[in-house]
């Protein structure tokens, strides 16, 4: 598909890419370890890694894998953590071990983790202590054999990292007790690696490198397979498209969403890895006075977001007073980007907010706005390079620029599929060989796209998805609910929140009984924030609960 509207409003961003310019991201990481060696890779609370540093110690980690847990390519080990050092290393050590990375959110709950241990079958985990009393509940239940644990400031200077382990720990009290048999601490699993004994895995570009879990366009959470071909060609997209605001060695990006999103994990930690660029990790970005302290550090040169943490900054008086004079690009993506931060992110650092747009299942980006973009204008921007967008009706049928139809996307980025659910899969694949998201968009005359609803009832809180099945399976099986529905509702901070409509079974079951259940069994951002008891729900015909009915009431 031609993409004319390129020439006007990025020149120099090629029509299309080579995909197989590597055959896998250990390849393209080498590379940079190699070109980059002595430049910053990462750093955090203190503490900088050298692409030297990240080059010995993934590979230390890497034969750790193979020759002291006997794990072999292809087997999946899960990573659930935030951002800390500890996660590059062991993300990278993996890769280059020929196995899967599943990334966790280490916010789940019990429920949720379970599920997705056993899912994608993960033989190994690699937690922070924080979260090591959630897998304890429910490890037997998984296929689970090893199990490495991390405490936050690890790899933090000493005594830095003694101290902050210990206020964590003992005076924050944010690590609950737990029991894990035989688990290995992870900084001893990395010295006990013997780089000499790492064996160079050969990887082509459309084996899997990542089962990133997602509720798809509906359902229960399943994991997108994204191979090394999706991965490398989005970033060389991505890299490809900010080619013109970028110098190899000398950008430094702010990390703060994590990087188990795959919006972080391949904007930030792949694509700006491959420019040898310094990623700042933020490991708790919702502590936006630490945020902006943080940031005062810095000369920092881009910064990657969703329109929630933008506001949260915004909304900091302290916030004005950050230099910004080094400022040249700032993304958002993840949820829709609001008009008002968006003029609001431009007043105050004399920087535009470009949005971009993108899934899980689509590696992540497939439309981005150009990088000469003055102001905010309400899109989505165009598509990537080798990438074709279009609006499709409900017969699959392609639409003119102006109407109304389902945002569909064929390119290199496009998962293989949903991990063992070829059902689920084929849902998700039209004819032609195109992905629907489950948007309702439209294209105007020049080829920009914009999100005008979304074709199902998912509810986006900060840019995390959340299905209502989901939070209804959950919630129906308190003994005291005979009925519920969820949707969303508007929210200033997070854009949506949950609202839970509840018809009891038991009139003692009050607000307070239900929201701490829900706390039990949901992770924070799927908790309804506002409940509604009815005597009954709208239904249709055939007895379906309309949960449409419910948002226009």
């Known amino acids: 598909m031609e993409k004319p509207w390129l020439n006007e409003y990025e020149a120099g961003v090629p029509h299309e890419i080579n995909p197989e310019t590597y055959n896998s991201i250990p390849e393209l990481l080498e590379e940079s370890f190699e070109k980059f060696a002595k430049k910053p890779a990462f750093h955090c609370m203190g503490k900088t890694l050298t692409y030297s540093e990240m080059d010995y110690l993934s590979r230390k980690f890497a034969s750790y894998l193979q020759n002291n847990l006997g794990l072999k390519k292809g087997d999946r080990v899960a990573i659930m953590m935030p951002n800390i050092l500890q996660y590059p290393v062991a993300l990278f050590g993996i890769l280059r071990a020929g196995m899967v990375a599943v990334n966790v959110n280490p916010l789940y709950t019990a429920r949720e983790l379970e599920h997705q241990l056993k899912d994608s079958g993960a033989k190994t985990i690699i937690i922070f202590e924080n979260s090591a009393s959630v897998l304890a509940e429910i490890i037997d239940n998984t296929p689970v054999e090893h199990v490495l644990v991390t405490q936050i400031g690890d790899?933090?200077?000493?005594?830095?990292?003694?101290?902050?382990?210990?206020?964590?720990?003992?005076?924050?009290?944010?690590?609950?007790?737990?029991?894990?048999?035989?688990?290995?601490?992870?900084?001893?699993?990395?010295?006990?690696?013997?780089?000499?004994?790492?064996?160079?895995?050969?990887?082509?570009?459309?084996?899997?490198?990542?089962?990133?879990?997602?509720?798809?366009?509906?359902?229960?959470?399943?994991?997108a397979e994204l191979t090394h071909r999706n991965i490398v060609a989005n970033l060389t997209q991505a890299k490809a498209w900010i080619s013109n605001k970028t110098e190899e060695g000398k950008e430094i990006i702010i990390t703060p969403?994590?990087?188990?999103?795959?919006?972080?994990?391949?904007?930030?930690?792949?694509?700006?890895?491959?420019i040898g660029a310094l990623n700042v990790l933020i490991t708790n970005p919702r502590d936006i006075p630490g945020f902006i302290k943080e940031l005062k550090n810095w000369n920092f040169t881009a910064l990657t977001g969703v329109n929630t943490l933008f506001n949260g900054l915004l909304n900091n008086p302290e916030f004005a007073n950050v230099d910004f004079s080094s400022?040249?690009?700032?993304?958002?993506?993840?949820?829709?980007?609001?008009?008002?931060?968006?003029?609001?992110?431009?007043?105050?650092?004399?920087?535009?907010?470009?949005?971009?747009?993108?899934?899980?299942?689509?590696?992540?980006?497939?439309?981005?706005?150009?990088?000469?973009?003055?102001?905010?204008?309400?899109?989505?921007?165009?598509?990537?390079?080798?990438?074709?967008?279009?609006?499709?009706?409900?017969?699959?049928?392609?639409?003119?620029?102006g109407e109304i139809g389902e945002l569909c996307i064929k390119g290199p980025q496009v998962m293989r599929g949903y991990w063992n659910r070829p059902e689920e899969t084929a849902k998700v694949m039209t004819a032609d060989g195109f992905f629907k998201t489950g948007d309702i968009g439209i294209m105007d005359e020049k080829g920009f796209f914009k999100i005008v609803d979304r074709k199902k009832d998912m509810i986006l809180v900060s840019g995390f998805n959340v299905y209502p099945n989901e939070v209804e399976d959950v919630i129906i099986t308190h003994p005291k609910v005979f009925e519920c529905a969820a949707v969303g509702a508007p929210d200033p901070k997070s854009g949506e929140v949950v609202k839970l409509f509840v018809v009891k079974n038991d009139e003692s079951l009050t607000e307070e009984e239900l929201k701490a259940f829900c706390k039990e069994n949901l992770t924070g951002y799927k908790v309804p924030k506002i409940y509604e008891f009815r005597a009954d729900l709208p239904k249709s015909n055939v007895g379906k609960i309309l949960r449409k009915d419910l948002r226009d009431q």
């Open 257 to 274: 969403l994590p990087l188990y999103h795959i919006f972080s994990l391949t904007a930030n930690c792949f694509t700006f890895s491959t």
């Open 327 to 401: 400022l040249k690009l700032t993304l958002g993506g993840g949820m829709a980007v609001q008009r008002a931060v968006a003029e609001k992110w431009k007043n105050v650092t004399k920087t535009p907010l470009i949005e971009a747009y993108g899934l899980t299942e689509t590696s992540p980006a497939a439309c981005i706005n150009p990088m000469n973009l003055a102001d905010y204008n309400g899109s989505i921007g165009l598509p990537v390079s080798s990438t074709d967008v279009c609006i499709k009706d409900d017969d699959e049928n392609t639409l003119a620029p």
């Open 155 to 223: 790899m933090l200077k000493f005594p830095k990292s003694l101290l902050v382990n210990f206020v964590i720990k003992h005076v924050k009290k944010m690590v609950p007790k737990w029991n894990l048999k035989n688990s290995i601490p992870f900084l001893k699993a990395v010295d006990e690696g013997d780089e000499s004994k790492y064996s160079r895995v050969e990887i082509t570009n459309d084996e899997t490198a990542f089962l990133q879990y997602t509720g798809g366009t509906t359902g229960v959470s399943k994991g």
